[in-house]
């Protein structure tokens, strides 16, 4: 008892508050980040673990060109570019060379792991803003806010236009019906590989950002990209739906890919607050984006069950006797 | 023009599952020729428009269009000289995409695919009018998700988009054969409308001897892959079920066997 009493008062809802805009800017970034996700994920129906890499290899990029004297602009542009390299590799591994696309974005992916080492020299480089001219940084929490959403709103106002051109609609009926956009004259190898060439890209340009604000690129900082992403879908779509009831838009639904991504790292500055050790997190992750993957399965499933079935014949059969009976 | 010359496939060739589908499978439609195509399961039907679409290369012969030799070309590039409608109706059409989104993309069938916008104001208007003339009332409901609609509303999409770009060749694959009968009807009467109007050469493969006998000015019967009847013009016009019967009797050595072929009517 006095146990939960010392572990309550030790919480200080102040440092709640104060933490908020920190997570608000992680998860800005990670919704860049997550926008990458959705296009494979959701448009083209590639679960695509590539982005583990990509993600470091932007960080790393950035980390590495602005040590270099590079102008940040440029670096950030060169991640992007090299995002696209790689999102390329795993398009043509699988397009190419017919590996099944989970394997070929794990081969990427620990191809890349390599690469990044290769890239910084070290698993971990340091690039604090005292020493150099960043974009974004975590000493200047509102301005990387600010910045962080103006590039999430590009990105959003790109993919809305894109996804809306004869290229884009190509690789949406290439992830929703391979065969039809076969017979249509779509070549779905290539529309294949430009999602995710793109994808790969914006995860590198989060990565980029996320080294920036955090000070530092590290070879681990992608691990679990994926399952974040995902989740930063999941609960965009899930939470937009419950809103819009089903009749979101393609923009809205952009929009609430990054509030998924900002409602993640709330809840995950909640379960620190909460004073869960650090270890645990990706635990939470996991178990998090499990539970929401689960609900639309299990939901259907309630609606159609054998067991629901079996439930309504044998109440049928004790209404049945009981008329014998009368 | 559609030429098929002398071809040849075999499925798992040297193992115990092999099947020589096509053996041997000669045909030549000319423009505006409506061509029926039966036979019993297995007997090479739905291979041969399988061949002509390019799902596989084939084994041997040809396959022309408008006098071009397209066999060494993959589906994709095929597929601007065909339109296919499938037997399945969700097979035709992408389900998480608008009626209006779908037919925009069928509506560039063999051309580049630019950054211009997947569907244009005028394209609106222009499928507006086409989905009226069907009469599905579809032409209120452009922007619904095609997967919201039923087999055989997705099947005249899969229709309307399989011709929204004059196709040289039309191939229909048992297209109705999903459908219940009254919706059957209404999508074949639909084909035939399309085709006529069109004046479109296309091959129709269906398991019902009545449909085939009733529509296009040409019907050809497939068994063992082969083509063992072709039948045509005035001849067509005048025959009966009991014909096709006593033809193929004739032609195969063996009675009919089929029940499906037997009982659709």
Redesign the interface.
């Known amino acids: 008892m006095s146990g939960i009493i010392s572990y309550f008062s030790s919480l200080n809802p102040s440092a709640l508050f104060a933490q908020l805009p920190g997570n608000i800017a992680q998860g800005v970034i990670w919704g860049i980040m997550a926008l990458g996700v959705f296009i494979t994920f959701k448009l083209l129906d590639f679960a695509d673990l590539t982005v583990d890499g990509s993600f470091a290899t932007g960080g790393a990029v950035t980390a590495v060109l602005i040590i270099a004297g590079v102008p940040v602009w440029a670096a950030i542009l060169i991640s992007l570019v090299a995002g696209i390299l790689a999102g390329l590799v795993t398009g043509l591994l699988h397009t190419l060379l017919g590996i099944p696309g989970i394997l070929a974005g794990i081969l990427t992916q620990i191809a890349l792991y390599s690469i990044n080492l290769n890239i910084m020299g070290k698993s971990n480089v340091p690039v604090s803003y005292r020493n150099y001219p960043l974009l974004i940084s975590a000493s200047k929490i509102n301005l990387a806010i600010l910045i962080g959403l103006i590039f999430a709103a590009v990105i959003i106002i790109f993919m809305y236009w894109?996804f809306?051109?004869?290229?884009?609609?190509?690789i949406?009926?290439t992830g929703?019906?391979p065969?039809?956009?076969?017979?249509?004259?779509?070549?779905?190898n290539v529309t294949k590989v430009i999602a995710l060439a793109l994808s790969n890209g914006l995860v590198a340009l989060a990565g980029s950002l996320c080294a920036q604000y955090q000070g530092f690129a590290d070879i681990n900082m992608g691990r679990g990209a994926i399952v974040i992403g995902l989740a930063a879908v999941i609960i965009g779509m899930v939470i937009g739906e419950a809103i819009f009831k089903k009749g979101m838009n393609f923009a809205v639904r952009l929009i609430f890919v990054v509030i998924g991504a900002i409602l993640y790292y709330i809840a995950m500055g909640l379960v620190l607050w909460l004073k869960m050790p650090t270890d645990d997190t990706k635990l939470f992750t996991a178990v998090v984006v499990a539970v929401f993957l689960a609900i639309p399965y299990l939901q259907e499933r309630k609606r159609n069950s054998f067991k629901k079935v079996a439930k309504a014949n044998a109440k049928k059969l004790l209404i049945g006797e009981g008329g014998k009976d009368a | 023009m559609l030429e098929i010359i002398d071809v040849y496939k075999t499925f798992n060739k040297g193992t115990v599952n092999e099947k020589k589908a096509l053996q041997g499978v000669s045909l030549k439609l000319e423009d505006g020729d409506f061509c029926t195509v039966i036979g019993g399961n297995g007997a090479g039907k739905s291979t041969m428009l399988n061949a002509i679409?390019g799902v596989w290369p084939v084994d041997e012969g040809a396959i022309c269009i408008d006098g071009k030799d397209i066999s060494a070309l993959p589906?994709?590039?095929r597929?601007?000289y065909?339109g296919?409608v499938f037997q399945d109706p969700?097979?035709?059409?992408?389900?998480?995409?608008e009626i209006v989104?779908n037919l925009?993309?069928?509506a560039?069938?063999?051309?580049r695919?630019?950054?211009?916008?997947?569907?244009t104001k005028a394209e609106r208007e222009q499928y507006r009018e086409m989905l009226a003339e069907f009469d599905l009332g579809l032409e209120e409901r452009m922007t619904t998700k095609v997967g919201l609609l039923s087999g055989g509303q997705r099947q005249a999409i899969t229709l309307l988009?399989a011709t929204v770009k004059k196709p040289q060749v039309l191939l229909l694959d048992e297209h109705t054969a999903a459908l219940d009968p009254k919706t059957a009807a209404k999508v074949l009467e639909l084909s035939d409308k399309i085709i006529r109007e069109h004046n479109l050469t296309a091959l129709m493969v269906t398991h019902n001897m009545k449909d085939a006998i009733k529509h296009g000015n040409r019907l050809i019967m497939m068994n063992e892959g082969k083509i063992i009847l072709d039948i045509r013009g005035e001849e067509k016009k005048a025959l009966t079920v009991n014909d096709l019967l006593g033809k193929f009797e004739e032609v195969a050595g063996e009675k009919l066997e089929n029940d499906r072929m037997l009982l659709a009517d």
Do not use: F, H
């Open positions: 894109y809306g051109t004869e290229q884009g609609s190509s949406r009926s929703s019906n065969a039809m956009s076969k017979a249509q004259g779509i070549n779905i | 679409a589906e994709y590039k597929a601007k065909l296919r969700r097979m035709g059409t992408v389900a998480d995409m989104e925009a993309i069928a560039r069938r063999g051309q695919r630019g950054l211009r916008w997947g569907v988009m």
